[in-house]
């Protein structure tokens, strides 16, 4: 069996709260850009909910581009350590670049992603993302867009994934124990 309905514990955004908050964040973002043009950079896989409906919410043009990281280590949390599986396509010299993220968690890997970017010589960069785990964060990060603080439980839906599943989910859910069964 494949149910949605049972698999979900908890709905911690609906997707009501999503829309409006991306709504909130894109006119900010419309306002703090109103004289420069955004590269939004959206980080494979996770933030692809996140980069459609915040980029139709933005009022002027931008460009979209793509970059697959992927952290490896021992764990099977994020280690900090990242290897770059697909790279941006666009030289960042002088962009305004807005990283686009559905998640931060530890912070370790967009930590990284920030200082890997700041040295392709960009004029700015800066991050929105739909969720954050404060107290999961293990770095120092200065984000500019938050959509939501969320407690340090594991959640899916909107881009997140548990094995690769539950992306589609358009609203922020953490499952029923069964499912990790
Ligand atoms: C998830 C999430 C963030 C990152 C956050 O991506 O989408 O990109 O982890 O974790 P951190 O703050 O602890 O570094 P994941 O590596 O699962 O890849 P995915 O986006 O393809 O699911
Ligand atoms: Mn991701
Ligand atoms: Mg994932």
Redesign the pocket.
């Known amino acids: 069996q494949n149910d949605l309905g049972t698999d979900i514990e908890k709905v911690l955004v609906t997707e009501a709260q999503i829309k409006h908050r991306l709504m909130e964040l894109a006119s900010d973002i419309d306002r703090d850009y109103h004289d420069r043009e955004i590269l939004l950079v959206g ?5 692809v909910m996140v980069m459609a409906d915040l980029a139709r919410a933005l009022h002027n043009p931008v460009r979209m581009d793509w970059m697959a ?1 992927s952290s490896y280590g021992s764990g099977t949390k994020s280690s900090g350590v990242v290897r770059i599986l697909k790279d941006l396509d666009t030289d960042l010299k002088d962009q305004h670049v807005l990283i686009v ?3 931060i968690d530890s912070g370790l ?1 967009l930590s990284w992603l920030l200082s890997n970017l700041r040295s392709r010589g960009a004029a700015s960069v800066e991050v929105c993302t739909l969720l954050r785990k404060p107290e999961a964060l293990k770095v120092d990060l200065d984000v500019r867009y938050v959509g939501f603080d969320v407690p340090n439980e594991f959640v899916i839906g909107y ?2 994934d548990y094995a690769e599943k539950y992306r589609n989910v358009p609203f922020v859910a953490t499952l029923a124990p069964h499912v990790y069964r």
């Open positions: 980080v494979l896989k996770g933030a990281v993220e559905d998640i890997t881009g997140l």
